[in-house]
Nanobody
Framework: QVQLVESGGGLVQAGGSLRLSCAAS????????MGWFRQAPGKEREFVAA????????YYADSVKGRVTISRDNAKNTVYLQMNSLKPEDTAVYYC???????????????????WGQGTQVTVSS
């Protein structure tokens, strides 16, 4: 049974930083691409960033490019999302997700991700 557990969310002022973590268990973590998505109130869930199994390839939404860095530590079965220069529009529940099939480069298509965490709230005040 795959489990993804996010942590690190919270309340931060605009311009601040947060680092989200997602601890994975249940499958060979190093075989799967990982992604971060977010959902703001009243909006659809949207792609934020993704990283392939070896961390050699990363992919970002235009809305966060330059402000966000995704990384992973395969020894710790954990993926991270470092968010800097946060804006009020970054306020959302952030979810990590694991790709459905191993050894596949990630995309922004949420339907390619089979497993999801419970989410962690990020609130950015102006």
């Amino acid at each position: 049974q795959v489990q993804l557990v996010e942590s690190g969310g919270g309340l931060v002022q605009a311009g601040g930083s947060l680092r989200l973590s997602c601890a994975a268990s249940g499958r060979t973590f190093s075989s799967y691409s990982m992604g971060w998505f977010r959902q703001a109130p009243g909006k659809e869930r949207e792609f934020v960033a993704a990283i392939n199994w070896s961390a050699a390839y990363t992919y970002y939404a235009d809305s966060v490019k330059g402000r966000v860095t995704i990384s992973r530590d395969n020894a710790k079965n954990t993926v991270y999302l470092q968010m800097n220069s946060l804006k009020p529009e970054d306020t959302a529940v952030y979810y990590c997700a694991q790709y459905r099939i191993g050894w596949r480069y990630p995309s922004s298509d949420q339907y390619e991700y089979a497993y999801w965490g419970q989410g962690t709230q990020v609130t950015v005040s102006s």
